[in-house]
């Protein structure tokens, strides 16, 4: 029997310490762990693209929605509301033409927002910067293929903001 207890001891201390890390449910960041019900208000634009605002928020909502640390809420049921600004459009060259390298032939776009998520109270309980890219060939339908890559950059920004409001990184 004493050879047994040799045995088992190891392997019984083993199965309980293999998952000390693990816990199960939302891994929010510290600041917000009290928080279940969020506002996210149409975020405020500060570029010159139109109807941009509305494009950013419903992506990181449906982020939010699918990530499901938070119940979305309007602003009077919240316990903290997601105010953000998209402050800056950049647009610079990614490829040239062979021939002519002042000539471009696929563009990169980026998308920077400022955020703060504020309790009900009005105290700031997180703030933060993220940016969403994306790539595009330049075809003769310039404006079409522009509107997509915001669309694209934006999905891409929200994927960054939700991991950062909802996993704190």
């Given amino acids: 029997m004493n050879k047994l207890a040799l045995f088992l001891a190891p392997l019984a201390l083993s199965l309980l310490t293999n998952c000390a890390g693990y816990q199960p449910g939302s891994s929010k960041p510290h600041q917000l762990a009290s928080v279940t019900k969020l506002a996210v208000p149409t975020f405020k634009n500060d570029t010159l693209e139109p109807r941009l605002e509305v494009l950013v928020t419903n992506a990181l909502i449906k982020k939010l929605q699918a990530d499901g640390a938070y119940q979305i809420v309007p602003r009077e049921e919240a316990d903290a509301v997601l105010n953000a600004t ?5 647009r610079s060259q990614f490829r040239a033409v062979r021939s002519n390298t002042l000539r471009s032939s696929e563009l990169l776009m980026r998308l920077r927002v400022d955020y703060t998520v ?9 703030k933060g910067q993220v940016q969403g890219a994306s790539n595009i060939v330049i075809d003769p339908s310039l404006q079409i293929t522009e509107r ?12 960054s903001m939700a991991s950062a409001v909802s996993e704190g990184w």
């Fill in 86 to 90: 998209i402050t800056d459009i950049d």
């Fill in 118 to 126: 504020d309790a009900s109270s009005g105290e700031e309980l997180l």
């Fill in 148 to 159: 997509q890559a915001l669309a694209d950059a934006a999905e891409r920004l929200s994927i």
